[in-house]
């Protein structure tokens, strides 16, 4: 089953730090987004493989955008 990475607020895609097809592990760091100039580290809510990323390094996100999933 697939489960989404999703953005817990808004703000910038600072780093991808992972690509499709990366194992992840629960709470790994996947994604920094930056907010008021502060990173903040995205973490896999599950173990799994990266299948898709749904957005790219400077990309500006919204509260609850799905930004990766890990199936």
């Known amino acids: 089953m697939?489960?989404?990475?999703?953005?817990?607020l808004s703000g910038t895609v600072f780093k991808l730090l992972v690509a499709v097809g990366d194992e992840v592990e629960e709470e790994d760091e996947t994604i920094l987004l930056e907010a008021m100039k502060m990173e903040t580290p995205i973490f896999a809510p599950c173990a799994g493989t990266i299948s898709k990323i749904m957005v790219k390094e400077g990309d500006a996100v919204s509260?609850?955008?799905?930004?990766?999933v890990i199936s």
Do not use: H, N, Y
Request: hydrophobic share 55%.
């Open 2 to 8: 697939a489960q989404e990475i999703l953005a817990p």
């Open 63 to 68: 509260e609850d955008d799905v930004l990766a």
